[in-house]
């Protein structure tokens, strides 16, 4: 059984350069999130895809920020010109579809992408 | 407008019980859910509850007043490997919204 993997679990960076993340969700989950999480905060919501179709994207997230997931697999998430602002850890979870077996709508998260703007 | 209020920090002691409340205000709710999270670690699911009532799950309990916009979760037994972080967190439409968390201690 494969969870979600994310890469880099680590990165850190210079003020204004643009850094990528990516998440691989479980196989046969369509729905996949990501999320932003500092220091004793709970995780915030950046966007969430039903395959490959980003349906909701949150008013916080800056044009900055982009996320893809091409084929309805991976998905990645692009912060361009980064902020120190931005150091935080990004999360990415994924879920089953309505219907498909006993369905909760429970997140399975990744173990994340620890970004730190220098 | 979306607000989830938990404690943010609690202390219980080995072997006792603990009771972590919750109060939302949302617009939409579709179920409640608890996380774990370890310090360092992704969270994972503890439990969900759609249907005012308790929810038992071994040493863990959840219970939900939708009415009332309230929950808690209810931790038995307490271990120290449940020294960790609880969060409460409402689906809404199909995301969920976190509360801050609660960060729980547990001693000897």
């Known amino acids: 059984d494969t969870g979600v993997s994310q890469d880099p679990r680590h990165k850190i960076t210079k003020r204004g350069q643009n850094v990528t993340f990516r998440c691989d969700p479980i196989s046969e989950h369509n729905r996949l999130y990501w999320y932003r999480q500092t220091l004793g905060q709970g995780p915030e919501f950046l966007t969430y895809?039903?395959?490959?179709?980003?349906?909701?994207k949150s008013r916080l997230l800056s044009d900055r920020f982009s996320a893809e997931r091409p084929k309805g697999s991976f998905s990645t998430l692009e912060i361009q010109r980064t902020e120190q602002g931005d150091s935080a850890m990004y999360l990415c979870?994924?879920?089953?579809?309505?219907?498909?077996?006993?369905?909760?709508?429970?997140?399975?998260f990744g173990e994340g992408s620890r970004l730190t703007v220098l | 407008g979306q607000n989830i209020d938990q404690p943010t920090e609690m202390t219980a002691t080995e072997g006792a019980i603990v009771q972590i409340n919750c109060t939302y205000q949302?617009?939409?709710?579709?179920?409640l859910f608890w996380y774990q999270q370890h310090a360092g670690e992704a969270p994972t699911f503890l439990s969900y509850n759609v249907l005012d009532g308790l929810e038992e799950k071994g040493r863990f309990s959840s219970f939900l007043s939708r009415s009332k916009g309230y929950s808690y979760l209810l931790l038995k037994e307490l271990q120290m490997k449940d020294s960790a972080s609880y969060l409460c967190a409402v689906k809404a439409g199909r995301k969920l919204i976190f509360g801050q968390g609660t960060e729980l201690s547990v001693k000897p």
């Open positions: 895809f039903q395959n490959e179709a980003q349906l909701e």
């Open positions: 949302t617009s939409g709710f579709n179920g």
């Open positions: 979870a994924s879920s089953r579809e309505a219907g498909q077996g006993a369905y909760t709508g429970e997140l399975f």
